[in-house]
């Protein structure tokens, strides 16, 4: 298995506070995904991170940051927690490279997230 | 937006039954394509990835094929058991770095 490590697994928040959520690697790949999955929605792109301190949005951004200082770390930060936040969130990396062709996506366990 | 379906929803078969799960994507300039298996609670688990100059992908009991120009990937799975009941997701990768999830099929394999 890919090493991924999601912490924390579980966690349960209230409305309006800041929450981060910490993925770590130790493939030492340059690509790192942040996604959640909910019901009738499936897996949908937060952010993403194509090297250190370099990093862009995905289709459903709004409410999230994200930063990444070092090479094996990716957090996700929720500024203010919303209900509409609360979702199973997932860590994606792949070994990509310019020039090569391998996009193998590996995933952590999932932080199952509960903003009340 | 890319579509990506999956059909069927969810799929309910007797142990030791060759099932065919399908996949299907509307753009076809695709980088590469992967499926994956989802236990309940759990993470994905990559199961294969095909390149976009390749045009099937074999791992055990599994054989993926792709047909870029009909914008369809399958998913075959020989002999099926119990042990393969999961959901199982397929992912069109454009861009190398874009990703798009069908919602999956949910396999149940009755003993």
């Known amino acids: 298995d890919a090493g991924i490590t999601q912490s924390p697994r579980h966690k349960v928040t209230e409305t309006g506070t800041p929450v981060t959520l910490r993925c770590h690697q130790t493939?030492?790949?340059?690509?790192m995904y942040w996604y959640r999955q909910d019901p009738g929605h499936g897996l949908r792109l937060i952010h993403y991170?194509?090297?250190?301190?370099?990093?862009d949005k995905g289709e459903v951004s709004d409410g999230y940051s994200v930063s990444r200082s070092k090479t094996e770390d990716f957090l996700l930060t929720l500024e203010s927690a919303t209900s509409s936040q609360t979702s199973v969130y997932f860590c994606a990396i792949t070994p990509f490279e310019t020039g090569g062709s391998n996009t193998e996506a590996f995933f952590g366990q999932g932080t199952r997230l509960t903003v009340v | 937006k890319q579509e990506v379906t999956q059909i069927p929803a969810a799929l309910s078969v007797p142990e030791g039954e060759n099932l065919v799960l399908n996949c299907s994507f509307t753009d076809s300039a695709i980088y590469n394509l992967q499926w994956f298996r989802q236990d309940p609670g759990k993470g994905l688990t990559s199961l294969l990835l095909i390149q976009s100059s390749q045009r099937e992908q074999t791992s055990g009991r599994l054989n993926a094929s792709l047909d870029k120009s009909s914008g369809r990937s399958t998913l075959y799975i020989a002999a099926s058991q119990p042990g393969d009941s999961a959901t199982y997701l397929c992912a069109v990768i454009y861009n190398f770095n874009k990703f798009y999830f069908g919602s999956g099929t949910k396999l149940n394999v009755k003993p």
């Open positions: 991170s194509y090297g250190v301190k370099d990093t």
């Open positions: 493939e030492n790949h340059r690509y």
